[in-house]
């Protein structure tokens, strides 16, 4: 769980420092490598694993689920029904606790992103003012064209590898002492996203691990996917379209930065809102 939500959390926090400024097209097409390199199947699974490691550092959520360990049968039966129905951890003591942490921490992220998404958008279009010495080149044909599509293309495909260093820190805190209160609960219904991350975390608390290996669905949560699945391929057709390099900087700004911003929104807000 702490590798797949690791693949997740490194790549938040590295298009969190997207900048604008771009000195020259090989800086643009840089970018544009960096942020496609991912995998929107890969990230949505490790958006839930997250999750469940914040909802793992909630005391009250800790407390309440573990409370059923001590009797055999009862934590048997609770750990069927997760496995069942992702959604009855929604019923577990302190879970609108742990889904409230859950929430705060992801959109403290998420609003990162969201801020390096004005950076990149803003200079694809101040790049284009007469006095910015950089219209000279920006505004030229992007070398390549047709290469650099394929190359995102071949850098979204494939699976990225788990920090090792940011997967120890994740298990760590999984397991160490919860002490992380949010501001406020989150009272439910609450997003499928929501409800898995928190059904791993209780399956974890109860001593059943989630391995992400493809035998339990309960990572893959649809909306993330379908959301992280149209970023991509709204990024290919912007490519696709784009012709000069501002373009390019458009694309960035809006299908590589702005929209895992969006899509995080999107699979963890509260249903119904």
């Not at 797949?4 to 020259?24: H, I, K, N, Q």
């Amino acid at each position: 769980m702490a590798q797949t939500a690791s693949v997740y959390l490194v790549f938040m926090r590295d298009v969190a420092t997207f900048e604008g400024g771009f000195v020259d097209p090989e800086a643009v097409q840089t970018a544009l490598q960096r942020g496609a390199t991912s995998n929107a199947e890969q990230l949505a699974r490790g958006l839930v694993a997250y999750g469940a490691v914040l909802a793992m550092q909630s005391p009250d959520f800790v407390a309440g689920v573990r409370a059923y360990a001590a009797d055999p049968a009862q934590r048997r039966e609770i750990l069927d029904r997760l496995a069942t129905d992702p959604a009855y951890a929604v019923t577990l003591p302190g879970a609108d606790v742990a889904a409230g942490l859950i929430a705060e921490v992801m959109e403290e992220g998420t609003a990162a992103i969201e801020a390096a998404a004005d950076r990149v958008e803003a200079d694809a279009y101040t790049i284009q003012a007469r006095t910015d010495p950089r219209r000279r080149w920006a505004g030229q044909p992007v070398a390549d064209r047709q290469g650099r599509l394929e190359r995102a293309k071949a850098a979204s495909a494939g699976m990225q590898l788990a920090s090792d260093v940011e997967s120890e820190t994740l298990l760590k805190a999984a397991h160490a002492e919860a002490s992380r209160v949010p501001r406020s609960p989150l009272a439910a219904p609450y997003k499928p996203a929501v409800a898995r991350s928190l059904s791993v975390a209780a399956r974890a608390l109860l001593g059943e691990s989630v391995k992400d290996d493809g035998s339990d669905g309960v990572l893959q949560d649809p909306n993330a996917t379908f959301c992280l699945q149209m970023s991509k391929l709204n990024l290919f057709q912007c490519l696709a379209a784009a012709k000069p390099s501002y373009e390019d900087m458009f694309c960035i700004g809006r299908h590589v930065v702005r929209d895992m911003a969006d899509c995080t929104r999107t699979a963890l807000n509260a249903a119904g809102s």
